[in-house]
């Protein structure tokens, strides 16, 4: 069953790859639960051997949702509205009141990749078998490492254009009011892997430490992204559109550990409140932003086109539309929203009043 797709505001589609469903902890043995990613309904449900399963949502008998009222059985999943039961191939395995079962009740399940605190679901637009696997990150179980911290954001914005914040560096100084902003010293695509490194100066009351930010993007929706210089911190993150237009974002912060349970808390706690305000600074800009098509760029911003010709490789169908500017809906509700930092902004200079 093929659902509904809502129209794009930008020149593309959904991309392909992987995108974090859940978070581990969030789904329990023996539990199913209803979710909406890639414009469609899915249930996840964990299987009583801890397998993680994602599927279409609606049973192919008469359409009840099994993420609302299904049922976990052994590694089958049972509907709430006639009791059929489906396999983790999505395959009709029993009718409580038929002899047979039906061979065409298929539900469409997604490829499903349990790692780094993330149950991460593999999403093709037709169908097709994962092109790769998400990297372990091999802080989370080192032992050297506390957390995760964990926050989550709901945006209306396209996954590439909230993505595309990582390569703007000036940004940081109008939008984040930071009195400096990341050197980007490289940035290198291979495949479905995109690193960055740059620094930063970081100042503190006993003056400027000489800090980094190196990240690497491990295909559309999951990133790494390594801080050092004041305290080494670790955030791994995951964007997974809802639909074209709309994505949820989770951060897991991690800090490494310094003996003591309460100071890592509580600098894990500062890491992914600093970065969480920075979120919220750039929410405002992203959802009333248009998508240009051809940016009038300075020459020393960010690798903006770079960035874009690796992120179109996980468009699978293409939109064919000639505008050169994509601008938001029109959102009255929202008329009246300004960026937190305007007046920050204006000590920059950047004010035309
Ligand atoms: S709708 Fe699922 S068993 Fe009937
Ligand atoms: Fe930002």
């Not at 659902?3 to 789904?27: C, H, I, K, N």
């Amino acid at each position: 069953m093929s659902q509904q797709s809502a129209p794009s505001r930008y020149p593309f589609t959904m991309p392909s790859g992987w995108f974090a469903v859940a978070e581990s902890p969030d789904l329990d043995v023996g539990q199913s639960k209803a979710a909406y990613y890639f414009d469609s309904h899915l249930v996840l449900w964990r299987d009583e051997t801890g397998t993680a399963h994602v599927s279409d949502a609606f049973c192919p008998h008469l359409g009840a949702h099994l993420g609302h009222g299904g049922t976990v059985e052994g590694c089958e999943i049972k509907c709430p509205f006639h009791g059929w039961k489906f396999d983790a191939e999505g395959t009709n395995t029993d009718i409580p009141y038929s002899e047979r079962t039906n061979g065409r009740a298929q539900i469409r399940v997604y490829p499903v990749l349990e790692r780094n605190g993330f149950i991460y679901a593999w999403y093709h637009p037709h169908g097709e078998a994962p092109a790769w696997e998400v990297t372990e990150v091999a802080e989370i179980d080192g032992g050297e490492f506390s957390g995760p911290k964990r926050t989550n954001h709901l945006v209306q914005v396209g996954i590439q254009e909230m993505a595309e914040n990582a390569v703007d560096s000036a940004h940081f100084r109008y939008v984040h009011n930071t009195a400096e902003v990341p050197v980007i010293e490289k940035y290198e695509s291979d495949g479905h892997v995109a690193t960055m490194e740059s620094s930063q100066k970081f100042p503190t009351p006993r003056g400027v430490v000489n800090g980094r930010i190196d990240s690497i993007a491990d295909g559309p929706g999951v990133s790494i992204i390594r801080f050092s210089g004041i305290i080494d911190t670790l955030l791994v993150s995951a964007s997974t559109p809802i639909d074209a237009n709309t994505t949820q974002t989770r951060f897991n912060f991690y800090v490494r550990s310094m003996g003591d349970d309460k100071l890592n808390s509580s600098v894990g706690a500062a890491f992914a409140a600093e970065v969480d305000k920075q979120f919220k600074e750039d929410m405002p800009i992203w959802e009333h932003k248009a998508h240009l098509v051809r940016p009038a760029l300075a020459d020393n911003d960010g690798p903006f086109m770079k960035f874009r010709k690796w992120y179109a490789q996980f468009y699978v169908d293409a939109i064919i539309d000639d505008r050169t500017v994509f601008p938001p809906p029109y959102w009255p509700e929202k008329m009246d929203e300004t960026p937190a930092k305007a007046t920050a902004s204006a000590k920059h200079g950047t004010s035309t009043d």
